[in-house]
């Protein structure tokens, strides 16, 4: 399975995520903490069954986290599988594909970087976030670092105004296609180590890309 990697934001009542930077000529997506999130228009997602196919490797079984919410694989019409809370709704900008929670304060978010490493990108995006304190006040780089299957994670905080801290997970890898991926969790502080790092566990183990999948 091959995970994908980078970037940020949602909050309560809303949220808009973007910020660009010149990534072999694509725009790097990086969660901001303004806006009300506008949904596309984009296929709606196909909620894949749990049951197993008779011809092929069994889908993962929807997962309990600590919230009591269960976890279902939805194959994305973006050309990637992913478990996805019950409950959350899909938002695509064009850039990222989020799942937003029903209060907007935790989200899971995938997109496409540009062709650099894992690791190069992480470095890219934390000197990018740092450099934009208007915009990630208080931003703070708690790890960054290769990890063991290739790829680089990258995790932080910043302040919202009137929300308290937001932390956040981006975890980089290289997709099928060469270019580096991110799968993002972010939600409130309160939320980390549980139930939000489970979350984030449960992505890194069940991503994969269409045509890749077990």
Known sequence: ???????????????????????????????????????????????????????????????????GVRLTPVQDPKGFTLLVPDGWQRRDDGTSVFYDSPDRTSLIQVFAMGTDTPYQQAVATDSSLAGQSSRFPGYRRLRLERTADGGAELEYSYDLAGTGVRHTVDHILTGPDGAAWAVLVAGPESGWPTPLRDLLRSELTSFCFTGRCP
């Open 1 to 67: 399975m091959a995970v994908a990697s980078a970037l940020i934001g949602a909050l309560v009542g809303g949220g808009a995520y973007l910020l660009t930077r010149d990534d072999g000529g694509k725009p790097t997506p990086v969660a901001t903490g303004t806006g009300s999130p506008t949904v596309s228009a984009s296929p709606s997602p196909t909620r894949t069954s749990a049951s197993p196919s008779p011809t092929s490797t069994p889908t993962p079984t929807p997962t309990p986290i600590p919230t």
